[in-house]
């Protein structure tokens, strides 16, 4: 069984998702490609796919929002999951990741493609300010807050996927 894992990331905090994801598929004995998702030509070669975005603003990247479009047809006739990646700062007890993130129309269109799951996991935060007012937000964040990205729940996740599509090929 070969799979895809398809990410659109910003800073690479996403892409490093994406990685791990590949590497437990791997370790799960399938076949994968990780590819930045503006690349992917077809999903012809491919039997499972797993897509990611970096999310600002509530809003998926560009190449990740291209690729749901572009492969929407393919994406129907195979398993595929779904992750954003993105929160980062102190936790708020009233607020999920998904609260602070969720792109609603994405996740509407990611849900009538028949994704299997879509999952939110925490982001890193830049080491470097890019815009006016950003090192204000990075110093006053604790530096257990600036990156936020749980690697034992992405390894679980992705085991999971791992697990399903074993189940399906027996």
């Not at 799960?28 to 998702?37: I, P």
């Amino acid at each position: 069984m070969k799979a895809l894992v398809a990410y659109a990331s910003k800073r690479g905090s996403t892409e490093e998702i994406a990685q791990a994801i590949s590497e437990t598929l791997r370790e799960s004995g399938l076949s994968v490609d990780c590819t930045d998702a503006g690349e992917v030509k077809s999903l012809m070669p491919y039997d499972a796919v797993v897509l990611g975005s970096a999310v600002y603003m509530k809003r998926w990247r560009g190449d990740a929002k291209h690729f749901l479009g572009k492969h929407a047809k393919e994406l129907g006739e195979r398993p595929f999951w779904v992750f954003s990646s993105g929160p980062v700062g102190a936790p708020d007890d009233e607020a999920t990741p998904s609260d602070w993130l969720e792109p609603p129309k994405i996740i509407k269109k990611v849900e009538e493609l028949g994704a299997r799951e879509h999952v939110v996991f925490g982001g890193r935060m830049p080491s470097e300010a890019r815009l006016p007012g950003m090192r204000a937000w990075i110093d006053g964040t604790p530096p257990e807050y600036r990156d936020r990205r749980d690697w034992d729940e992405i390894r679980r996740w992705a085991a999971g996927i791992a697990s399903d599509l074993a189940a399906a090929a027996a």
